[in-house]
């Protein structure tokens, strides 16, 4: 009998530790449909897969004075709900930042079409990572690490196109979160 205790202890260890990787390993499932319809959707057409928020970017006269966020995702364009990808465009002006701030599901790839930047990310052993960007450079900040991006040149703005692994990136902003707490 006292033999038998090992072996149950190791084979409760070993089924723990298999139900542990499981878990580990989860994920959201893959949608098992081509795409996803809203509730109150009936009839789907090639208008539901066709976002037109962007035409503001063509019909712009002039910069924004403030730093500008253009979004895709989710919410804007329903289309995209599990699709596992999202869009934004972002214009920085002349000495503007987009502050420090983390997407809690998604990584964010950008592409910087005009102007210069410079960007950073904070990795979890606090070591920050810097660049100097220019025009058709792209970064990688990864998936829920703290960044940001400051256009550092005083006379010329800066557009971006930023890409997310997410249909609904998240966006947390740091000093939002830690100065106007409620």
């Known amino acids: 009998m006292a033999s038998r205790i090992p072996t149950m202890k190791l084979l409760s260890l070993v089924l723990s530790s298999f139900v542990i990787v499981q878990i580990a390993l ?5 949608i098992l449909s ?3 319809v809203p509730a109150n959707q009936n009839n789907v057409g090639g208008g539901f897969f066709t976002y037109t928020g962007m035409r503001v970017l063509v019909n712009q006269s002039t910069f924004p004075a403030n730093f500008t966020i253009l979004k895709a995702s989710m919410v804007e364009f329903p289309a995209l709900n599990g699709q596992s ?3 934004a465009v972002l214009q920085y002006p002349a000495s503007s930042l987009n502050p420090p701030h983390t997407h809690p599901r998604a990584a964010e790839l950008l ?3 005009d102007g210069s930047l410079e960007v950073g990310f904070v990795d979890t052993t606090n070591k920050l990572f810097t660049q ?5 450079d792209m970064f990688i900040f990864p998936k829920g690490l703290v960044h940001y991006q400051y256009n550092a040149d005083p006379n010329n703005p ?3 196109i930023s ?6 990136a998240g966006t947390v902003s740091l000093p939002k979160t830690l100065f106007a707490t409620n």
């Open 26 to 30: 989860a994920s959201d499932p893959d």
């Open 34 to 36: 081509d795409f996803l």
């Open 85 to 87: 990808v999202s869009y």
């Open 111 to 113: 592409f910087l079409v």
């Open 132 to 136: 100097s960007l220019q025009a058709g």
């Open 158 to 160: 800066a557009i971006a």
């Open 163 to 168: 890409s997310f692994g997410s249909a609904n």
